[in-house]
């Protein structure tokens, strides 16, 4: 009987979609997160009847034919890309960016990663890293007798030095933006890179046409919604529920056709 396999597609449909719902909730207050979303296919249809086939010599034509499809697939886990909340967090080297533009992080297998976490440190040298310790690019260095650093919005890094009265110039942040950032695939480690659907990166100076501006001492969060992803994961669970029925419904079918005599 067909529907037990197209009820058990059903099933693992839904399975998916609430491991994707779980990782949303998992990642609620991850920085710079960016929720997905299960999008579904219907399956293959096996045509027992045509619509729009004749069924007289005099061309009579079936309004309405039958068809049965064979269930349902997950095509794509679809990320969204709007802008979390941003939230003050006190620490002069935590950044945000608002609006479009992701920053450039050089991974230590020669790969560019892009990232929306502006969490960075200093590391031994000076320079500014990730919480992983990859290298900001541009690179940034603030020297050790930097007393206080500021970040404008258009990403200008300037550092007051022991005993100066005027700030330092130290270097010039810039972000990547993509045609398609949706197409960017995650990697862990709250970083994406390019694929052939993102397009390469286009790199620019914060605060110009295309490109967002930057906040210091503040960070975007994820742009997780608890109250819609509950909502979302309630009507996930009911829809398992109902397919998990009709597999029930159709074994109890197969029992009496069995039993016949």
């Given at each position: 009987m067909k529907a037990l396999y197209i009820a058990s597609t059903g099933m693992a449909a839904q399975e998916r979609n609430v491991e994707v719902i779980s990782n949303n909730i998992a990642?609620?207050?991850t920085a710079g997160f960016k929720r997905q979303r299960a999008e579904f296919q219907d399956l293959l249809y096996q045509s027992y009847r045509r619509a729009g086939s004749q069924t007289s010599d005099a061309g009579t034509i079936v309004p309405a034919g039958i068809e049965i499809g064979s269930g349902v697939r997950t095509a794509a886990t679809a990320r969204i890309m709007s802008q979390g909340s941003v939230v003050p967090t006190e620490k002069e080297l935590d950044i945000a960016v608002r609006g479009e533009g992701f920053f450039v992080i050089a991974m230590p297998d020669g790969r560019t990663g892009y990232t929306r976490d502006g969490a960075f440190e200093r590391d031994a040298t000076g320079q500014l890293v990730n919480i992983d310790g990859y290298a900001l690019q541009p690179g940034i260095?603030?020297?050790?007798?930097?007393?206080?650093?500021?970040?404008?919005?258009?990403?200008?890094?300037?550092a007051y030095l022991a005993n100066e009265t005027t700030p330092?110039?130290?270097?010039?942040?810039?972000?990547?933006?993509?045609?398609n950032k949706a197409g960017l695939e995650s990697i862990g480690d709250n970083l994406f890179v390019e694929t052939a659907a993102s397009g390469a990166a286009q790199i620019g100076v914060p605060n110009t046409e295309g490109f967002g501006n930057l906040l210091q001492s503040y960070l975007e969060m994820a742009n997780v919604?608890?109250?819609?992803e509950i909502a979302d994961l309630i009507a996930?669970?009911?829809?398992?529920?109902?397919?998990?029925?009709?597999?029930?419904?159709a074994d109890e079918m197969l029992s009496t056709t069995s039993q016949m005599r």
């Open positions: 990642n609620m207050r260095v603030v020297p050790d007798n930097a007393n206080s650093i500021s970040i404008s919005a258009d990403g200008m890094v300037e330092t110039q130290l270097g010039q942040l810039q972000l990547a933006r993509f045609v919604n608890a109250v819609t996930a669970q009911r829809a398992y529920e109902m397919n998990a029925r009709v597999v029930s419904g």
